[in-house]
């Protein structure tokens, strides 16, 4: 579904990515792992198209994406939840919603859409008219998922749902990643910090160290892999 081959970004001089090859099949959920500053986002903004790769091509759905600009991707069928959640404070929950589905033309599939998300986050539901700004940071991270879904992405980008939320909530929006990938067959990349929760949700799994990858393989082999337990997973 997405081919990353030879992928380079540069901020000015430092150089993000070192030539980042990568492939996620349709259906699957891949995890990407790494450290604080590894590039992860860099990657995922490459995708969405708010990253440049200066070198390298990226190809979804057998088409070359990296000089799109970053509508046209999502037209495509990628939507990403960026890393804070970047939601609109000042909109209420609907009106976020509504803006996830800018580049739509289908009223009734985007009606349909609302249901569902509503139907994911009962929570969303009865905050509609609420200001976004307002929401605890759980509620925030599923508006945040929900609003990408407006899009009806048929590639969703997770960067780091986890971070800043209480466990309860982390496993909450973790079974529904599980359920949005299984339910609507959505494709998920899910780059995480947290590895240990990241690598059982998904099949498999890349590793990424100062821009490069370093290693690839089955979630359950990373699990169990001593230089991966011993960097990521703490034990
Ligand atoms: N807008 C930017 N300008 C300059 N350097 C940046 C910018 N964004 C990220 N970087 C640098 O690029 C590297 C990768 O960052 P990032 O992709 O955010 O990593 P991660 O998401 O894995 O924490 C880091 O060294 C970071 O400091
Ligand atoms: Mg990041």
Sequence with gaps: M???RGVEVSYGKICALHGVDL????GEIVTLIGANGAGKSTLLMAISGLARPIQGCIEFLGEEI????????VERG????????????????????ELGAFCRHDPQGVRDDLAYV?????ILASRSQQLGGTLSGGEQQMLAISRALMARPSLLLLDEPSLGLAPI??????S????????HKTTVFLVEQNANLALKVASRGYVLENGRVT???????LLRHEGVRQAYLGV
């Design 215 to 221: 290693m690839t393989d089955s979630a359950d082999n």
């Design 169 to 174: 909530v982390i496993r909450q929006i973790f």
């Design 66 to 73: 990296q000089a799109l600009p970053p509508n046209r991707i």
């Design 2 to 4: 997405l081919k990353m």
């Design 176 to 183: 529904i990643i599980q359920k949005i990938n299984q339910e």
């Design 23 to 26: 492939e996620i099949r349709s």
């Design 78 to 97: 990628i939507s990403q939840v960026p890393e804070g959640r970047r939601i609109f404070p000042q909109l209420t929950v609907r009106e976020n919603l």
């Design 118 to 122: 509503f139907s994911l986050f009962p």
